[in-house]
C-alpha cells in the first residue's frame, strides 16, 4: 500500500496571501504573541498561484496536524507575488524563495531565527505525507520548560 500524501485541494483559489497585507508588521505581531504564549513563528512563504502553498495550508488545516500547529505555533504567510514581493524578508530570515515555494523558516519567540529551508523540503508538498508534516513540526516546536 502506497503511503498516504497529503490532501490535495480541488483549486488554488483560496487567498492564503492577501494583497496589501503588511508582512513586517504580521511577523511582529506574531512574534509577540508567539513570546507571551510560549511559541514558536513559522513563516510560510508563498503566493496565491502555487499550488503546493494550497496543498501545505489544507494539510495544516487537517484534524491530524491543527491541534499541533495551533498549539504551538504562531502562522504568517509571507507573500512573494511573482518573486517580487518581501524578498528582503526572505533575504532576512535565510529562506532561498528562488528556488520555490511554499518555503519556511521557523522563529522563537523573540523573533530569533532557528530554522530556514535550504533543501526545497517543502516545495513539492503535494508528494508529502501527513506525517512528513508531523515530524518537522514536533522537531521544531518549543521545549517544555522544565519544573
Do not use: T
Not at 492564503?16 to 509577540?32: M, R
Not at 496565491?48 to 501545505?56: A, E, G, T
Not at 518573486?83 to 519556511?104: S, T, W
Amino acid at each position: 500500500m502506497a503511503p498516504a500524501r497529503l490532501k490535495q485541494p480541488l483549486s488554488a483559489s483560496k487567498d492564503l496571501y492577501p494583497a496589501g497585507s503588511d508582512a513586517k508588521a504580521e511577523i511582529a505581531e506574531a512574534i509577540g504573541s508567539a513570546a507571551s504564549a510560549r511559541k514558536r513563528v513559522l513563516l510560510v512563504f508563498g503566493a496565491n498561484w502555487c499550488y503546493d502553498c494550497h496543498v501545505l495550508d489544507e494539510a495544516f488545516h487537517s484534524a491530524e496536524i491543527a491541534p499541533v500547529l495551533s498549539r504551538s505555533f504562531e502562522v504568517v504567510h509571507v507573500d512573494v507575488g511573482e518573486y517580487n514581493k518581501n524578498l528582503d524578508l526572505a533575504r532576512q530570515y535565510d529562506v532561498p524563495v528562488e528556488r520555490g515555494v511554499p518555503a519556511i523558516a521557523v522563529l522563537d519567540g523573540n523573533g530569533k531565527l532557528l530554522f530556514s529551508q535550504k533543501r526545497r523540503e517543502f516545495e513539492k508538498a503535494r508528494s508529502l505525507a501527513p506525517e512528513d508534516i508531523l515530524d518537522f513540526l514536533e522537531k521544531w516546536k518549543p521545549v517544555a520548560a522544565k519544573p
